[in-house]
């Protein structure tokens, strides 16, 4: 696995019309290796930026998190910030909206109108996005559950929700161009 580093002075995000997908993953102190890499193949797949915000729960060296990765990390785009702090430094220079997925999110995944450039967090399995995260966020998506017993879904899972119904109303699935029916305007 061969971590990218992130540049310096990364180039202007310049708006074309229609404007490049620039999408993002970040998780949040992620705890598990498997979800980890399961979200690593999924961002390896749909060529998405995969930003991972220390303390780890584990070392990237660790068997599990290159095992669900399978034979696909070459083709990750993996960044590695050794606190919230340095992400957002970086966050800051890219630019972007940052949206929080969370069980005490206030806006459905699906209604949500993503943007090109968006920055999709995730937190750890056993905690979720911490408070400093949530409050950075400029939007908070929820999941939906239909089982009113069941808290939450499972990290990869999650992650592959958000990041594919982006792609959807960014016409970005197979280049079906579909532009989505989001419900929330922008803040």
Known sequence: MQLVPFPVDPPPIVTLNPAPLTLRVALIHPQIPPNTGN????????????????????????????????????????????????FWAVRDRVGGRQIGFSVRGTSPYHRIAYRPDDWLL????????????????????????????????????SAAIGLFEARRQLGALDGDGHEGEAEVPAP
């Open 39 to 86: 979200v690593a193949r999924t961002c390896a797949a749909t060529a998405t930026e995969l930003h991972l915000v220390g303390p780890l729960g584990f070392e990237l060296s660790d068997r599990y998190l290159k095992r669900a990765g399978l034979d696909y990390w070459p083709f990750v785009k993996l960044h590695y910030h050794e606190s919230l702090e340095a």
């Open 122 to 157: 995730f937190g750890s399995e056993t905690q979720g996005l911490p408070a400093e995260a949530l409050d950075a966020c400029d939007l908070i998506a929820s999941i939906p559950m239909a089982e009113g017993g069941v808290r939450s879904l499972n990290l990869s899972v």
